[in-house]
């Protein structure tokens, strides 16, 4: 991460979009840096995290969206610099403080940060935040490579400070996780002394104050679409000889249309917007004017393509423009890709494929024959793995399992097999309770750590004020791992790596007013068992906190000190009878030749098979 701190303008530097941005930051001077860990935007606050001293700018890992666009929102209105970053799904989370934020306006630039994930690599919907500009009012702009996720960080800070508003810097997976070359800027410093001017009627939101200030923002959206218009990031990048047709494209997608373009040949023109809200009109309507037809190409929902119709009414009303609605040449689903895109121009132009894609799909379908097939999985040693057994063991199968976003989420899994209702951060508490209301059935919802203190608390005020007989299981492994091992409010260190408070979650359950709380090692499989039939036969709500290391920690701090993990062994004793298979589905118990054997590679010597082996036929390995 240093090589983002060398003050070397003009430096080429192979960078990856969210470590641009993170530069970015350092460049702007951006003095606040706060966030909650989500892919694709975890790296963003990573890359800070890790020389946020040495910078002189502050970092924090907030417990949810919402406070880290309040906590990034106050130092903004205290003329600070300041950048909030996080998945798409954690706008939803802040999107309550954003729209009013609007219109109160901030006094420091101010950038929030939503990455939006087509395809769900890692996530649970694909929701277009494109439309949270258009909801809040707010400027948006859009980067297609590293270079520009760096420069309109900097650009998004100046009209934030210009416009007095925030403004969204929306990227994808794609843009976020492609390393590109980038050109360095000059360094600034950042400033972290502000000062608050009390304003009340531009602070204070109650009605009397909100009212007048809508017209205010509707203004300032004026002036963002003269910006827009004048905007580096909106132009036409390649002026082509055929009138007939026009392409119209942003982000990721800009890369997959200039790709398939030339593939097919198409000597067509491209206008590329990189500020997307609001639209340059102007420059959009002139575009429509010197074309016949024009091509829309965008990811997820036709959001360009509903604005570009709007104005070709008043341009253009004649002109035909193919996308998404209609006749749907582009998916409203999924990531494009320049196949995808190559397939859908031609369709539309008439132009033949150059390319048979129909022999390299039979080509690929004979190699993927020969892949093993590698769905995601818990690592080998997880606690959570423990956890599971111990639940399903204990409540059985006619138990009912709300669960949650975090890597306990693969416990859907086979031979596992818990989970049973996932929607967003912190709803299987809440979810469990109405299951448990009308259905008297035991609901234990499954919820981690990190995401405990993100959403989980009001769920379970509202279990204890509302007397619902269930059960959370909160299985804490000590870091937020999913997103690459964040603190988080219970690991006692801060996003500046300084030490601090350890909020315990089983004392975060009593201050909440359960009164049966236990905290369980899951690989103390009798305690762990005895604790939760307690809970089960409680008559009120009830909370098992299953503690135990993140299995990938584990093994870095053994690294680091130098022991060397010794795996299990299977004995003579084994009758392969498959029990650990079958009930575990640890990635280091194997079949090879009809026989149980464990990969030395992948054992974590965690002891879990050998304490559901009914033959002790597995033995513990020696550490050095």
Known sequence: MRVLLKDSPGKHVLLLGNEAIARGILEAGIGIVTTYPGTPASEIGDSISAIAAEAGLYMEYSTNEIVAVEVAAGAANCGIRALTAMKHVGLNVASDLVMTLAYAGVRGGFVIVTADDPECYSSQNEQDNRFYALFSNLPCLEPSNPQEAKDMTISAIEISEKLELPVLLRTTTRIGHTRGPVVYGKLTKPNLKGEFIRDVKRLVMVPRNSRPKHPVLLKSLEKAKEISEKSPYNSVMHEGKNKEFGVISSSSAYNYAVEAADLLGLDVSILKLGMTHPLPEKMIGQFLERHEKIIVVEELEPYLEMQVKAIAKDYAPTIEIYGKMNKQYFPREGELSTRMVATSLAKITGKKLPIDFGKIDERYAEVARDLPSRPPILCAGCPHRASFYIIKKVAGEKA?????????????????????????????????????????????????????????????????YNNHKIVVAVLDNLTTAMTGHQPHPGTGVTGMHSPTEKILVEKVAEGCGVKYVKVVDPFKI?????????????????????????????????????????????????????ACIKLLGCPALIVENEKVSINEALCMACGLCASVCPYDAIECGETD
Request: with cysteine; aromatic share 6%.
């Open 526 to 578: 009798k305690e762990a068992e005895a604790a939760l039939k307690g809970a089960l036969q409680y008559p009120r709500p009830s909370v098992i906190v299953f503690r135990a290391p993140c299995a990938l920690m584990v093994a870095r701090e053994k690294r680091r000190k130098g022991v060397k993990i010794m795996p299990f062994k299977i004995t003579d004793k084994c009758t392969n009878c498959m």
């Open 400 to 464: 009912i399992y709300p669960t949650d976003i975090g890597c306990y989420a693969l416990g859907i899994a086979p031979p596992l097999n818990v989970g049973d209702i996932m929607i967003c951060m912190g709803a299987s508490i809440g979810t469990a309770q109405g299951i448990s209301k009308v259905t008297g059935a035991n609901t234990i919802a499954i919820i981690g750590d990190s995401t405990f203190f993100h959403a989980g608390i009001p769920g379970l005020i509202n279990a204890v």
